[in-house]
Antibody, heavy 123, light 105 residues
Framework: QVTLKESGPGMLQPSKTLSLTCSFS??????????VSWIRQPSGKSLEWLAA???????YYNPSLKSRLTVSKDTSNTQVFLKITSVDIADTATYYC???????????????WGQGASVTVSS | IQLTQSPSLLSASVGDRVTLSCKGS??????LAWYQQKLGEAPKLLIY???SLQTGIPSRFSGSGSGTDYTLTISSLQPEDVATYFC????????FGSGTKLEIK
């Protein structure tokens, strides 16, 4: 069974760096074709894809946020991390990590999602 | 590519055939998916590549379309289908539509 779970600080101040962790089980990011993405959703609004990292360590970013984002993974291939620098109120959202499998559906079609981590940016 | 979903709110009766629309600002080349998001939950993949039903999704859900215009159809609306539905294109960049909220009348 594939499960993902996001964790984060809950609340942080403007200008700080947001650090999020995605812990998953039921698959390994070392498996060929495996991809983990980060997506966020402000309350009551639509979704925004942020970044992805794949089995080969290749990383892809939303062009509009690229300068502020860093995605990485741990050496055991069971966790993925996202850092967002210089946060402001507009970064307040629920942050999801999600899995996709290249060669199964599509590199960027997420078929399993975590429950989401709520992040509030406030002074 | 920008995606425009319509209507933003849809109210229908149990058993109704329901059609949700998603229109792209450019050709999407059938690289379109549909997600269902129930209140307080994560999105759930329903349809990918325009008309491929994800494993485990009831057959009352179907997708169609081409070019810039795509449709999600629920053949017989069930109470558990109350949710917001998002279309998502992965042809050129990655973008989600603004969503259609589906309610039971």
């Amino acid at each position: 069974q594939v499960t993902l779970k996001e964790s984060g600080p809950g609340m942080l101040q403007p200008s700080k760096t947001l650090s999020l962790t995605c812990s998953f089980s039921g698959f390994s990011l070392s498996t060929s074709g495996m991809v983990v993405s980060w997506i966020r959703q402000p309350s009551g609004k639509s979704l925004e894809w942020l970044a992805a990292i794949d089995w080969d360590g290749d990383k892809y970013y939303n062009p509009s946020l690229k300068s502020r984002l860093t995605v990485s993974k741990d050496t055991s291939n069971t966790q993925v991390f996202l850092k967002i620098t210089s946060v402001d109120i507009a970064d307040t959202a629920t942050y999801y990590c999600a899995r996709s499998l290249y060669g199964y559906i599509h590199y960027y079609v997420m078929d399993a999602w975590g429950q989401g981590a709520s992040v509030t940016v406030s002074s | 590519i920008q995606l425009t979903q319509s209507p933003s709110l849809l109210s229908a009766s149990v058993g109704d055939r329901v059609t949700l629309s998603c229109k792209g600002s450019q050709n999407i080349n059938n690289y379109l998916a549909w997600y269902q998001q129930k209140l307080g939950e994560a999105p759930k993949l329903l349809i990918y590549n325009t008309n491929s039903l994800q494993t485990g999704i009831p057959s009352r859900f179907s997708g169609s379309g081409s070019g810039t215009d795509y449709t999600l159809t629920i053949s017989s609306l069930q109470p558990e289908d109350v949710a917001t539905y998002f279309c998502y294109q992965y042809n050129n960049g990655l973008t989600f539509g603004s969503g259609t909220k589906l309610e039971i009348k």
